[in-house]
């Protein structure tokens, strides 16, 4: 069993949806989570950044976090079809290791006019 | 500015050879990693650089890989007697303490 786990999808949504995307995790030492967004033929770019359990908001997107069900979502409001991308939920364990990621496979979304 | 730099974008090549991916990442970003993403796997962790020295190679697969970094800045990652198993794109990404930046990656495919 990975110790990240994320529904690969394809996911498809209409403009305009609200879009909910999950992963969970098993290791009790992952402290920090991350969304990455990868556009096709490149490289992830990181999209939300968080620490503690509750919600994060940046424009359209939200992070949420619940550290005791380890379980950690993205919601992206209004969907554009410049959302269309793989998300990525990532996670690491912290201090010197913060880079030392822990990915999800990837969900590929397509959000179509 | 300039972001992560990889080359070659796409590399293909015959079961048995040795393959090089080089990397040159942000000026100035201490940090240096090395991931693997393929479509069986996702994305993996190889080996990470903080300045030229690596403290942790614990994601290489096997020792046919190998990673240098010479003066704080370009790293290779070479791969000897290549196998199809090892086809994935290679990312490399850089950082000072925090957020890391990406490449686009290296495609490498094993015939």
């Known amino acids: 069993q990975k110790e990240v786990e994320q529904d690969p999808g394809p996911l498809s949504v209409p403009e305009g949806a609200i879009v909910s995307l999950n992963c969970t995790y098993s290791?009790?030492?992952?402290?920090?989570f991350m969304w990455y967004r990868q556009y096709s033929r490149k490289g992830p770019e990181l999209l939300m950044y968080?620490?503690?359990?509750g919600n994060k908001e940046d424009g359209r997107f939200t992070a949420q976090v619940d550290k005791s069900s380890k379980y950690i979502s993205l919601f992206i409001r209004d969907s554009q079809p410049s959302d269309s991308a793989t998300y990525l939920c990532a996670t690491n364990a912290g201090g010197t290791s913060y880079g030392k990621l822990t990915f999800g496979q990837g969900t590929i979304l397509t959000v179509h006019p | 500015g300039a972001g992560v730099s990889q080359s070659p974008s796409n590399k293909v090549t015959e079961k048995g050879k040795d393959v090089e991916l080089r990397c040159d990442p942000i000026?100035?970003?201490?940090?240096l990693y090395w991931y693997r993403q393929s479509l069986g796997q996702g994305l993996e962790f190889l080996i990470y650089f903080q300045g030229n020295s690596a403290p942790d190679k614990s994601g290489l697969p096997s020792d046919r890989f190998s990673a240098e970094r010479t003066g704080g800045s370009v790293s290779t990652l070479t791969i000897q007697r290549t196998q199809q198993e090892d086809s994935a794109v290679y990312l490399c990404?850089?950082?000072?303490?925090?957020?890391?930046?990406f490449g686009e990656g290296s495609r490498l495919t094993v015939l």
């Open positions: 968080t620490y503690s359990s």
């Open positions: 990404a850089s950082s000072t303490s925090g957020e890391l930046f």
């Open positions: 290791n009790s030492a992952f402290q920090y």
């Open positions: 000026s100035g970003h201490t940090a």
